[in-house]
C-alpha cells in the first residue's frame, strides 16, 4: 500500500508543479502528459483501494464500516473544498492559485496518509490482527 501512495505522491508533486508552469508553448504535450498522469494516479488508486479493503477485511466488521465511512468522508471534503474554492475563489479570478492549492492540499493529505498508515502498521493491534488472520488460514 505504500508503495501506491507513493507513486501517486510523485505524480502529485510532478502536477503540482506543473500548475506553475506556462505550458502555452507544448500544450499537446502536456495534455497527453496530464492524461498519462491521470491513468497512472487511477492504475495506483485501484491498487490503494483494494490494498485497503484487503487490510481492513481482516479485522471486524466494525473497521470495514469505518473505512467506508471514511470515504464518504473524503467525498464530503472534497466538495467543501469546493465550496470554498468558489466562495473565495470568485473574488481572486485566478485558477492558477486556485489548483495550485487544490493540489498542494492533496499532496499534504497523501503525505500524511503515508506517515500514518507506517504508524499504524507499527502498532500492536495492527500487527496482532494481521498474525491472527495467518492464524485462521
Same mark, same amino acid.
Given at each position: 500500500?505504500v508503495?501506491s501512495?507513493l507513486?501517486?505522491?510523485?505524480l502529485?508533486v510532478v502536477t503540482?508543479?506543473?500548475?506553475?508552469?506556462?505550458?502555452?508553448?507544448?500544450?499537446?504535450?502536456?495534455f497527453?502528459?496530464?492524461?498519462t498522469?491521470?491513468?497512472?494516479?487511477n492504475?495506483f488508486?485501484?491498487?490503494?483501494?483494494?490494498?485497503?479493503f484487503?487490510?481492513?477485511? =481482516?479485522f471486524?466488521?466494525?473497521? =470495514?464500516?469505518a473505512?467506508i465511512?471514511?470515504?464518504?468522508l473524503?467525498?464530503?471534503i472534497s466538495?467543501?473544498?469546493e465550496?470554498a474554492?468558489?466562495?473565495?475563489?470568485s473574488s481572486?479570478?485566478?485558477p492558477?492559485?486556485?489548483?495550485f492549492?487544490?493540489?498542494l492540499?492533496?499532496?499534504?493529505?497523501?503525505?500524511?496518509s503515508i506517515?500514518?498508515?507506517?504508524i499504524?502498521?507499527?502498532?500492536y493491534f495492527?500487527?496482532?490482527h494481521?498474525?491472527?488472520?495467518?492464524v485462521k488460514?
Amino acid at each position: 500500500m505504500v508503495g501506491s501512495m507513493l507513486i501517486i505522491l510523485v505524480l502529485f508533486v510532478v502536477t503540482t508543479a506543473f500548475v506553475q508552469i506556462n505550458t502555452d508553448n507544448y500544450q499537446d504535450l502536456f495534455f497527453e502528459f496530464t492524461l498519462t498522469t491521470v491513468f497512472i494516479i487511477n492504475i495506483f488508486s485501484a491498487i490503494l483501494t483494494g490494498g485497503l479493503f484487503g487490510v481492513a477485511g =481482516i479485522f471486524s466488521s466494525k473497521y =470495514i464500516s469505518a473505512v467506508i465511512s471514511g470515504q464518504a468522508l473524503g467525498g464530503v471534503i472534497s466538495a467543501l473544498a469546493e465550496v470554498a474554492a468558489l466562495a473565495f475563489g470568485s473574488s481572486s479570478g485566478n485558477p492558477t492559485t486556485s489548483a495550485f492549492l487544490f493540489f498542494l492540499v492533496g499532496t499534504a493529505i497523501l503525505i500524511s496518509s503515508i506517515f500514518l498508515y507506517i504508524i499504524m502498521s507499527k502498532s500492536y493491534f495492527f500487527k496482532f490482527h494481521i498474525n491472527q488472520s495467518h492464524v485462521k488460514a
